[in-house]
């Protein structure tokens, strides 16, 4: 397999320097509320699901599942791999749910418990991966000493400027470019660089246009915060000595107490660690806070984006955040939604029985009943899981609906009171459910099925889809699949071939 052709790539360097003002951070503070998780974990790059839990790398260099309730997920390399993997080294977000697992014999996909080869794996050496950041529509960059890659469709490429390469990258993020403009910026030889997307494969370069001064040291972080309903999309970044914020129009500077070490987001939270310190920003209501309270100056390994993150402590590793944030099964930070009817579902640890849980969408609230949770077994604590729809009778989930939804991004918060104390946690969605045009599986799905999922689908893997008669068998599963990003395993789809094959489901699997 060789890699596909490269983008197409102008660079436009701006003639002025930016200077930025300077002014202190001034951080409000909050006592952290920590679950630990009995595993031995490491102190390497890991994964933060917004669900809770999240992917680690064990002190035997082992690839494991943290479970919302702590417990341990196993991962299991998946039988139809032609390389094992070997110890790992590291654990990168791919998506909402999956994770890429950098091992010493190859790169794998984490995918429920499965560890998988990409197609693309003998494309990149495992060794020299440095990250990856998640843009929209289902593309995922991958930052490696040998380059900068876009993984989009399954297909992975090398982006380039006038034919080079991007080497030595050291930070990159998905955030507003100049103007406002979507894009990905990254850092390489003391440069801040923004390439600006002019379509779905053309980008735009432009140097931010900051001092040497301001960049003295050279970026050490980068985090892009996602926009929402009220706001944009924000770019931060930690040089040697000083916090960054571009929100697609203006920089800000900050100074801090201690020298910036670690920059690490999620959704629209970023978590910030300048000597001992740890800092916490959220981005709707725009303020940092300093955590207190730690039992110890930790390590940042991962965040989410529920506004957790997890940090090693001595040997103890901890999710931390200000209140215990009651957890949500169905939607995804980010998502775009092409559904009316939506099941979800808030979890919380059935020690936490909540005094009251409410949600809210666009400004109407709506109350839950008690008691109507069901309890999910565990081994270290059990869950309570509470549908937002309530259930039939029998026990069948109902969703909720937003029929009435304009197509645009919404927010769901979901909030639950324990002990007089409320944990709001809110989700941004962009809803694209609005169209009604009947889907067709012979004109609308057979090809951007064998496209995208023959390779493995047909091919031996569970279940077989190739006639129409599998797909329709399989019609939950499969949109299941595709709306939680999970599948194709190489790569998610773009919205276009996530929407057909969720309206060809809810339209009765047509032929
Ligand atoms: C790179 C390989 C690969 C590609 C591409 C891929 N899948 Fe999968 N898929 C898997 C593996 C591996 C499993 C787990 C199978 C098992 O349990 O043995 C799986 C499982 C599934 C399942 C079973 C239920 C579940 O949720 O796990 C469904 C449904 C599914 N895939 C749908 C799809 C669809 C639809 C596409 C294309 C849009 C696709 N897959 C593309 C590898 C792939």
């Keep these: 397999m060789t890699l596909r052709p490269l983008l197409v790539l102008v660079l436009v360097t701006l003639g002025c320097e930016e200077g930025t003002t300077l002014e202190p951070l001034s951080p409000t503070s909050f006592?952290?509320?920590?679950?630990?998780?009995?595993?031995?974990?490491?102190?390497?790059?890991?994964?933060?699901?917004?669900?809770?839990?999240?992917?680690?790398?064990?002190?035997?260099?082992?690839?494991?599942?943290?479970?919302?309730?702590?417990?341990?997920?196993?991962?299991?390399?998946?039988?139809?791999?032609?390389?094992?993997?070997?110890?790992?080294?590291?654990?990168?977000?791919?998506?909402?749910?999956?994770?890429?697992?950098?091992?010493?014999?190859?790169?794998?996909?984490?995918?429920?418990?499965?560890?998988?080869?990409?197609?693309?794996?003998d494309l990149l050496p495992p060794e020299g991966l440095l990250g990856t950041t998640l843009g929209t529509d289902g593309v995922a960059w991958l930052a490696h000493a040998q380059g900068l890659y876009r993984l989009d469709r399954g297909v992975l490429t090398e982006f380039t400027v006038g034919g080079q390469g991007l080497g030595g990258t050291s930070a990159m993020a998905v955030a507003p470019t100049l103007d406002g403009t979507p894009g990905l910026w990254f850092a390489r030889e003391g440069k801040l660089l923004a390439a600006a997307q002019t379509s779905r494969t053309e980008f735009t370069v432009h140097d931010s246009g900051l001092s040497a001064t301001v960049l003295?040291?050279?970026?050490?972080?980068?985090?892009?915060?996602?926009?929402?309903?009220?706001?944009?999309?924000?770019?931060?970044?930690?040089?040697?000595?000083?916090?960054?914020?571009?929100?697609?129009?203006?920089?800000?500077?900050?100074?801090?107490?201690?020298?910036?070490?670690?920059?690490?987001?999620?959704?629209?939270?970023?978590?910030?660690?300048?000597?001992?310190?740890?800092?916490?920003?959220?981005?709707?209501?725009?303020?940092?806070?300093?955590?207190?309270?730690l039992p110890g100056a930790g390590t940042l390994l991962a965040a989410d984006a529920a506004g957790n993150a997890w940090v090693r402590v001595g040997t103890q590793t901890l999710s931390v955040s200000p209140v215990l944030t009651p957890r949500l099964r169905g939607l995804f930070q980010g998502a775009r939604v092409f559904d009316g009817q939506l099941v979800l579902q808030a979890s919380l640890p059935e020690r936490e029985r909540p005094e009251a849980l409410a949600w809210e969408l666009d400004g109407l609230s709506h109350a839950l009943d008690f008691p109507s949770g069901t309890l999910g077994a565990g081994p270290t604590e059990a869950l309570r899981f509470f549908s937002l729809g309530g259930a039939e009778p029998s026990g069948v989930l109902k969703p909720i609906s937003l029929a009435t939804l304009a197509d645009g991004w919404h927010t769901l918060s979901l909030q639950a009171t324990t002990g007089g104390q409320t944990a709001t946690r809110r989700v941004h969605f962009e809803f694209r459910g609005a169209s009604t045009a009947t889907v067709s599986w012979e004109r609308d799905i057979k090809d951007l099925g064998v496209e995208r999922c023959a390779k493995c689908h047909a091919t031996g893997t569970d279940p077989e889809l190739v006639t129409y008669a599998q797909w329709k068998t399989n019609a939950a599963a499969i949109a299941d699949a595709v709306r939680s990003s999970r599948m194709p395993a190489d790569g998610p789809l773009d919205s276009a071939g996530v929407s057909a094959i969720v309206l060809w489901v809810n339209g009765g699997a047509q032929p």
């Design 31 to 121: 006592d952290v509320v920590s679950q630990e998780t009995s595993l031995q974990l490491s102190a390497s790059p890991a994964f933060a699901d917004e669900r809770g839990g999240g992917v680690f790398v064990d002190l035997a260099g082992r690839v494991v599942r943290v479970r919302p309730n702590g417990a341990r997920g196993v991962l299991e390399p998946h039988p139809r791999n032609t390389v094992l993997p070997g110890p790992a080294t590291g654990v990168y977000a791919l998506g909402p749910a999956n994770a890429l697992v950098a091992t010493s014999r190859g790169l794998f996909v984490a995918d429920q418990g499965w560890l998988i080869a990409p197609s693309w794996q």
């Design 216 to 293: 003295a040291g050279g970026v050490q972080g980068l985090v892009g915060i996602g926009p929402s309903r009220d706001s944009g999309g924000e770019l931060w970044a930690i040089t040697r000595t000083s916090l960054l914020l571009y929100t697609g129009t203006a920089w800000r500077q900050y100074t801090l107490p201690a020298a910036p070490r670690r920059l690490l987001g999620a959704g629209r939270f970023a978590w910030l660690q300048a000597g001992d310190a740890l800092y916490r920003y959220d981005a709707d209501t725009r303020a940092w806070a300093e955590a207190k309270a």
